[in-house]
């Protein structure tokens, strides 16, 4: 006997319809944020930054926010819906039906990558407002498509893998907010989202290179404006064998129960 | 056909504490089955491995065949689940999360939103279609419990104490929708606290005590196995009178107000007096009784399976020359002969 993919589907669905259902609260909060951003750093800091490897600091800035906000989101939706479920209990109704413990990951996986690829177009389409209505700032261009569609789908992807894993050993809502607040967002911050690692003296560029954000915001950077500071070809490899790692990872965990199962 | 449910040896143990204790169990396709036991019993602890969210430490499980680990999509795939606890999605309508629990067991939309109409029709709740659970009274959300399990369409149907606090209507309601589908054929596996229940509903009940089975049989097997009393008030000389205790009983106990002989007809205290009384020898003589006393002025005649055993013990009574004035038969409660199972095998253990 074989279970097809209206399982799979169904449960995509759900997870896809809560975060749409409230969309106020899916999308008001990046919203916000990266408008503060954009006028802080890209238009009132921003104007006194010289360019940066010839770009204005808003076109330079704004990839390194879409990849914060995909990550954040792809991230928080993950883990949040799994804790959630667990904490009441009702991911129960998921894991007594006879969905495979890999089509149960894909919906999880692919619902907050999906949450994070919209944030990642609202954050850019931001940054374009800015700059159009700018009219001293360069159009934002999209240099290198392939890349681009390849970094964008693989960041929230990877990034809600990780959210699979942080839903599963979160044993309180306050864990969840620890992994965001103080593992992710630091590392995103210190991934040259809002600098160039040439700026970097060399020891500094040497352990920026350790944190995998560098790649990931590098890879969309080159996406967007052609310009990388690591080839991101590498970069890509490196990211996409990572992510399957990490599935791997989610696939057992379920597999195993842990988190789910007594 | 392999049996819905199948057990061999089954272990779940939570660090030092053995919740099931080599646990073989036998349901049959079609069965309406009784899962009796005090608190830590194990019984949702058994459920649970059934359905996935609790992994065995040793042993087997399948059901119709398959096994609950190896086969866990198949298994799953045949069980509906009324679970004690309220786990249930509170981000959306409650026919939106039929709809979801259907669709998740391969069941295409369109069938699905048909079969979740149908369920909240067959609980009674349909009204409430597009309220969140946490809107719902008590009593509508354990039906709501009922039509989340029923919503796939399961071979097997497991209700782990559905009854809980709710009120005797919602109480018959369930119990006729159950049965309902028991006729269809769908096989029910029923954890209660309420004896009632289970005397009232199961085919066969099996009884667990701290992780082990105890036994499994009938409700009427079971209660036949407890000591009913019989009680007769006769009639001498053509005028009602309580029967005399001396040539009723067969024996005193010396306290005055009960007499009592032992199943070998043999005086308990007091010898001498049951020489003198040829009822108390032919009662205590028939098969199955177990003793004879006197108790505020009726007969009271104890005996396994009393409503068997009370046509020979009118013969007795008639025989030595009384009149019957009044007969009544209280038979032992399921409730009873399970408290003294599991009081029994404690007082073992010991």
Same mark, same amino acid.
């Given at each position: 006997m074989s279970f097809g993919p209206v399982g799979a589907r169904a449960l995509l669905k759900r997870e896809i319809q809560r975060y749409l259902r409230r969309y106020t609260n899916t999308f008001a909060p990046p919203l916000i944020t990266n408008v503060l951003y954009f006028s802080v750093f890209g238009v009132i800091l921003g104007g006194r930054i010289d360019q940066i490897q010839g770009f204005d600091y808003i076109v330079f800035l704004l990839p390194g926010l879409v990849v914060l906000g995909m990550i954040s989101n792809a991230f928080e939706n993950a883990s949040f819906s799994i804790f959630h479920g667990r904490w009441n209990e009702y991911i129960h109704e998921t894991l007594t039906s006879p969905l495979s413990y890999s089509q149960m990951v894909a919906a999880y996986v692919v619902a907050s990558a999906l949450r994070g690829v919209l944030v990642g177009v609202l954050i850019a389409a931001i940054g374009v407002a800015f700059t159009l209505v700018n009219g001293q700032i360069a159009t934002v261009t999209i240099a290198q498509p392939l890349y681009l569609a390849a970094f964008g789908l693989i960041v929230p992807t990877l990034f809600s893998g990780f959210g699979v894993i942080g839903g599963l050993l979160a044993e309180d809502f306050d864990h969840l907010t620890v992994m965001n607040q103080f593992i992710l967002r630091p590392l995103v911050f210190f991934g040259a989202v809002f600098y160039s690692l040439e700026t970097l003296p060399g020891v500094w560029r040497d352990l920026s290179l350790l944190n995998p954000m560098v790649y990931m915001v590098d890879g969309v950077r080159y996406g967007f404006l052609g310009y990388s500071d690591v080839d991101p070809r590498v970069s890509l490899v490196v990211l996409s064998a990572l992510t399957i790692a990490v599935l791997f990872v989610d696939v057992q965990l379920f597999k195993r129960g842990y988190g789910l199962t007594d | 056909m392999p049996p819905a449910i199948e057990t061999e040896g089954l272990v779940k143990e939570y660090g030092e504490l053995r919740a099931l204790d080599e646990l073989s169990l036998r349901v049959e396709e079609g069965e309406f089955f009784g899962l009796l036991g005090p608190n830590g019993a194990g019984k949702t602890t058994f459920i649970n491995i059934l359905v996935g969210l609790a992994r065995e430490s040793g042993g087997e499980a399948r059901v119709f065949g398959h096994d609950v680990v190896d086969d866990y999509q198949e298994a799953r795939d045949a069980i509906g689940l009324a679970p004690q606890e309220f786990n249930v999605d509170r981000f959306f309508p409650i026919v939106e999360v039929l709809e979801h629990k259907a669709g998740y067991h391969g069941v295409p939309p369109e069938e699905a939103t048909r079969r979740a109409e149908e369920a909240l029709k067959r609980v009674g709740i349909h009204h409430k279609r597009d309220e969140r659970f946490d809107w719902l009274s008590g009593g509508m959300k354990r039906r709501f419990l009922l039509a989340r399990a029923l919503v796939t369409d399961p071979d097997l149907l497991i209700l782990d104490e559905p009854t809980a606090g709710v009120d005797v209507q919602l109480r018959h309601d369930i119990w006729e929708v159950i049965q309902d589908l028991n006729r269809e054929g769908t096989t029910i596996l029923l954890t209660t606290h309420y004896i009632e229940e289970a005397e009232r509903l199961c085919d066969r009940v099996a009884i667990l005590n701290e992780g082990t089975k105890l036994d499994v049989s009938t409700p009427e097997e079971l209660m036949g196995r407890g000591t009913d009393t019989i009680y007769v008030r006769v009639r #001498?000389?053509?005028?009602?009178?309580? $029967? !005399? %205790?001396?040539? +009723?009983?067969?024996?005193?106990?010396?306290?005055?107000? #009960?007499?009592? $002989?032992?199943?070998?007809? !043999? %005086? @308990?205290?007091?010898?001498? =007096? &049951? =020489?003198? +009384?040829? =009822?108390?020898?032919?009662?205590?003589? /028939?098969?199955? @009784? !177990? &003793?004879?006393? @006197?108790?505020?002025?009726? *007969?009271?005649?104890?005996?396994?399976?009393?409503? &068997?055993?009370? %046509? #020979?013990?009118?013969? $007795? *009574?008639? $025989? #030595?020359?009384?009149? /019957?004035?009044? *007969?009544?038969i209280s038979r032992t409660s399921l409730e009873e002969i399970f408290v003294e199972m599991t009081n029994r095998e404690r007082s073992d253990r010991e």
């Open positions: - | #001498e000389d053509g005028e009602a009178q309580t $029967a !005399e %205790p001396e040539r +009723v009983a067969a024996t005193t106990t010396g306290t005055g107000s #009960e007499r009592v $002989a032992d199943a070998d007809g !043999e %005086p @308990v205290t007091d010898a001498d =007096a &049951s =020489a003198s +009384v040829p =009822a108390g020898d032919r009662l205590t003589a /028939i098969d199955g @009784v !177990e &003793s004879a006393t @006197v108790e505020d002025g009726r *007969l009271a005649v104890r005996a396994r399976n009393g409503g &068997s055993t009370a %046509p #020979e013990v009118l013969n $007795a *009574l008639e $025989a #030595e020359g009384y009149e /019957i004035a009044d *007969l009544e």
